[in-house]
């Protein structure tokens, strides 16, 4: 690259020279033409001069009578001078001549040899060959305005002449001979001219052009010598400089590379592992100080179980094979921006973060492990690897990586020490909570696996009538000894695990199953109410599975009241619009569950096409007392019945909450007041008898 770079400016030198030289020279011809033009000028104008001192001298003597000759015959444009011509006593005739005369005869004497022209014209003329041409009569024209000469480059003949011009004044003596013309003292009458021939000049000239060419041409093959023996030493010096870097940043490449990195893996050693972990610490200056929210920067160490004893089978370089393929596959489930190092002779260490949560950290602990488990072939056989991992959390654990690396490799010696692969944290507490999550989510696997998922019923009722007029299903978990799990500690799990998909789809399918079976027991057509998590509703399956569950279960779908929270909007508008218009076109009702617990209450109720508002309960608890709660109460009453939707509150507990909901407009309820959440079987008990009732 260096060596383009010298040969591209060395170019640019070669042409800047050549443009130079063309400068120089186009000037010198160019100043060279313009002296040859001034100095043909000042010949001219000194032709003119002495022309016009004859021309003087002849005024001043009026003219001059010379003897009649062959060469000198009397002039017949003067003929109407008495006095033209006059006889010696001897009966010689002389004949007058004009100072024009005098001086066309001098300028002829003196240029016998050349081809220079001088002329005496006048717009009003006796001779016809003094009849101005196209220039001189420009030039008169120029005299009449003031000016005293004129100069220029003309055409006659063909040829390029010089040419210069002076005006004439007619004087006193002038009025004899040109009186006739219409003349009077001190006009301008003419002119005298000089017209030197330019093509001779210019042959003279162009033979110093072919010299000076050829002297510039010389000068620039000379440059341009001297540029490429440059150029060539300037290439030669900078390949030595490049290789001479080169070697340079091959030795530094290769300390760098003894220093931070393992030389049989080629993976990143300890000290690069540390400085790399280091920096992500200290660049991340928005890691919280408490283990439950931010984002976590997670250090785990690596230890395959059968490694040492493929040390001591086969060769090092087999092991060294093993170690990176473990790496590779590790690789695979962490992020781009985490570091993975060779850390010792049968340990891996690499980081984690974009986790917001331990739970989220764990199951990527879990894809690891299975991914690790898959067997590798080598020359030695085929291996099944057992992983144990080691595992210290920023900030929780330390706030430094060398910490870090200390704790997760007591985590890892821990989890050794059980002997059973899998994972451990340095944090006791964290690892229980984990093992905890762990647990729950098999839990929830087996009760979708087993059919230990129940739903029970809450009646929602008219207060003034009395009248069932809808249910709302309510998920409950069984363990293996039949006792229910509470709510609070499944949802979350199953929400992060993902498992809230296929669990959501059966409570969807069960609630509509036994709505049908409900209203073929009682012969009415009761509303049931089913919630859907925010992950579920963003489903794009989500709609078609509606339609596919009311069309097997033979559910009206107006019967089918879909209960969502605000969450649910967090995130993509147009796309939460979208379905839940396809879910109204289906025919289900839409809840909002919750309201006013939310981000932006009231910004979406226009937009969404939503039936019912579901006062929450922390609302309804406190309106007895709270004059806060009541007006708050009564606000969301009002503004649902002037927005058209239905309002229900949730959690009445006692008479008092119904009679102030029922004054304040709000009829429909749900709550312990009138009846807590019941098995099916018992539900339909409950409801038989309320509408015998």
């Not at 022309?51 to 015959?73: A, E, F, N, P």
């Not at 400089?241 to 030795?251: F, I, K, L, N, S």
């Not at 931010?294 to 089978?313: A, I, P, S, Y």
Request: include cysteine; charge should be negative; aromatic fraction near 8%.
């Amino acid at each position: 690259m260096q060596t383009s770079f010298v040969k591209r400016n060395m170019i640019l030198f070669a042409i800047g020279w050549t443009i130079m030289v063309t400068a120089a020279m186009s000037v010198y011809l160019w100043l060279d033409h313009q002296y040859t033009i001034d100095r043909e000028k000042v010949r001219a104008q000194t032709l003119l001069e002495r022309d016009l001192l004859y021309r003087s001298w002849g005024v001043s003597k009026g003219g001059i009578y010379i003897k009649v000759s062959d060469k000198h015959q009397p002039n017949p444009h003067l003929a109407f001078l008495p006095n033209r011509d006059v006889f010696l006593p001897d009966g010689t005739m002389l004949t007058l001549t004009t100072p024009s005369n005098i001086t066309q005869q001098a300028f002829e004497i003196s240029n016998q040899a050349g081809e220079t022209l001088s002329k005496i014209t006048a717009l009003k003329v006796f001779n016809p060959s003094n009849v101005p041409d196209m220039w001189e009569r420009n030039a008169i024209k120029q005299f009449k305005q003031g000016v005293k000469e004129v100069f220029g480059v003309d055409k006659l003949h063909g040829k390029s002449y010089i040419r210069t011009m002076r005006p004439f004044v007619a004087g006193k003596k002038c009025i004899k001979c040109h009186s006739a013309q219409g003349y009077n003292v001190g006009q301008i009458r003419g002119g005298l001219s000089i017209s030197i021939p330019l093509d001779p000049v210019l042959a003279e000239s162009r033979q110093t052009t072919y010299m000076v060419t050829a002297m510039f041409f010389g000068l620039w093959c000379m440059g341009m010598v001297g540029i490429s023996l440059q150029c060539r030493k300037l290439k030669r010096q900078t390949e030595l400089a490049v290789e001479h870097e080169r070697q340079r940043d091959h030795a530094e490449t290769s300390l760098y590379y003894m220093t931070n990195y393992d030389a049989r893996t080629n993976l990143p050693n300890r000290v690069l592992f540390e400085e790399r972990t280091q920096s992500i610490i200290s660049q991340d200056s928005n890691l919280p100080q408490d283990s439950n929210q931010g984002n976590w920067l997670t250090v785990v160490m690596l230890e395959m179980k059968n490694f040492r004893q493929l040390q001591e089978m086969s060769a090092e370089s087999v092991s060294d094979t093993y170690l990176k393929i473990c790496a590779e596959r590790i690789a695979s489930h962490i992020h781009s921006d985490d570091v993975i190092a060779r850390i010792d002779e049968n340990r891996l260490i690499f980081t984690l973060g974009h986790h917001e949560e331990q739970f989220g950290i764990c199951h990527v602990f879990k894809d690891i492990l299975e991914g690790l488990s898959e067997p590798v072939q080598l020359p030695a056989g085929e291996i099944f690897p057992v992983a144990f991992l080691g595992a210290a959390f920023y900030p929780n654990d330390a706030n430094d990586i060398s910490s870090l690396v200390k704790m997760s490799g007591a985590a890892l010696d821990r989890s050794l020490e059980k002997g059973e692969g899998g994972f451990e944290m340095y944090s006791e507490m964290m690892q229980s909570e984990a093992v905890d999550r762990i647990s729950m989510e098999n839990s929830l696997r087996k009760a979708l696996q087993d059919d230990l998922f129940v739903l029970h019923y809450q009646p929602q009722v008219d207060a003034v009538t009395g009248e069932v007029t809808g249910a709302e299903a309510l998920l409950r978990m069984q363990d293996e000894k039949g006792q229910l799990v509470p709510p609070d500690e499944f949802i979350p799990v199953a929400e992060e695990s993902g498992l809230i998909i296929p669990i959501g789809e059966w409570v969807l399918r069960t609630a509509c199953i036994q709505a049908v079976r409900l209203q073929k027991q009682t012969g009415i057509k009761l509303q049931m109410g089913v919630n859907v998590s925010a992950r579920q509703f963003s489903d794009p399956a989500l709609t078609e599975l509606v339609q596919s569950i009311l069309t097997q279960t033979g559910l009206a779908p107006e019967c089918l009241e879909i209960e969502i929270t605000e969450s649910t909007f967090i995130g993509d508008i147009d796309k939460t619009i979208e379905t839940l218009t396809d879910l109204k076109i289906l025919g289900v009702n839409i809840a909002l569950d919750d309201f006013g617990t939310g981000y932006s209450s009231l910004s979406y109720l226009n937009r969404f096409p939503i039936d019912r508002l579901k006062i929450d309960r922390s609302f309804v608890a406190d309106i007895a007392e709270n004059e806060d709660d009541r007006l708050l109460v009564g606000l969301i009453v009002e503004m649902g019945r002037k927005l058209g939707l239905n309002v229900i509150a949730e959690g009445v507990e006692d008479d008092i909450q119904k009679h102030l909901l029922i004054g304040m407009g709000c009829h429909a309820m749900q709550g312990f007041f009138f009846g807590r959440p019941l098995s099916f079987e018992d539900f339909c008990t409950l409801f038989e008898g309320l509408h015998s009732h």
